[in-house]
């Protein structure tokens, strides 16, 4: 939590339960749709470009299902793998092509990618959404009224997504665990900035997974 919660009290108050319940867990994955686009070549000349939270992309670009591990320690990221699968084909007159899974890896000696097959990493520039020592989750914003379902709590909230768009996030929250089960972000844009929607599901390992070790591609 970057900044003090304001709003609804008991949203605050359950917000705050959440984030104790991520200062004990030691690992989650993360299921999320529409997030990220990208495109992908292995090979000799090969190369990956990935944008995220931005909800527009070029028309050879496709959007990918993330399937990503965190590893925490008392609420601070370890690190993070995100494995990327392109939801379609590209196609191009009467060509098409699927780009490759791509695997992303954040740790706190820097950030890699790797396509799927390959056993080396090369090193990725530009920005990631998850740092090392960042927190295990982030609530923020203002909170709103919260919603109640057997065995669940909808958290909802309201915050600045970037200088264009506003967000509005609900989490499922679990009554037995406090713990986050899934969740949609909103995310309102003005102007010529898209509007879109992703949605992301949680689950909790009951043991902490082995930390990838990283060995560079040669070239």
Same mark, same amino acid.
């Given at each position: $939590?970057?900044?003090? #919660? @304001?709003? +609804?009290?008991?949203?605050? &108050?359950?917000?705050?339960? =959440? ?60 690190? $993070?793998?995100?494995? #990327? @699968?392109? +939801?379609?084909?590209?196609? &191009?007159?009467?060509?098409? =092509? ?122």
């Amino acid at each position: $939590m970057s900044a003090p #919660l @304001t709003g +609804d009290q008991n949203g605050i &108050s359950i917000a705050r339960t =959440v984030l104790r319940a991520f200062g004990k867990v030691t690992s989650y994955t993360v299921t999320e749709h529409r997030f990220v686009f990208m495109r992908a070549r292995a090979g000799r000349h090969g190369f990956f470009d990935w944008s995220w939270g931005a909800g527009l992309a070029p028309s050879s670009w496709a959007s990918a299902t993330e399937h990503e591990v965190v590893a925490t320690h008392r609420g601070k990221i370890v690190w $993070m793998r995100d494995n #990327l @699968t392109p +939801d379609y084909r590209i196609c &191009s007159g009467r060509s098409c =092509v699927r780009y490759p899974d791509v695997q992303v890896l954040v740790d706190r000696h820097g950030q890699y990618f790797r396509f799927a097959g390959t056993r080396c990493y090369y090193r990725l520039t530009g920005t990631v959404p998850l740092h090392a020592g960042d927190p295990a989750y982030r609530i923020q914003g203002f909170m709103l009224d919260p919603g109640h379902r057997p065995g669940e709590v909808l958290l909802n909230y309201d915050y600045q997504w970037d200088a264009h768009r506003r967000a509005g996030e609900t989490d499922v929250i679990s009554d037995a665990t406090g713990l986050v089960q899934s969740g949609q972000v909103d995310l309102l844009g003005y102007g010529t900035v898209p509007s879109f929607i992703f949605s992301f599901a949680l689950r909790y390992p009951h043991a902490a997974p082995v930390a990838p070790r990283v060995r560079l591609c040669s070239s």
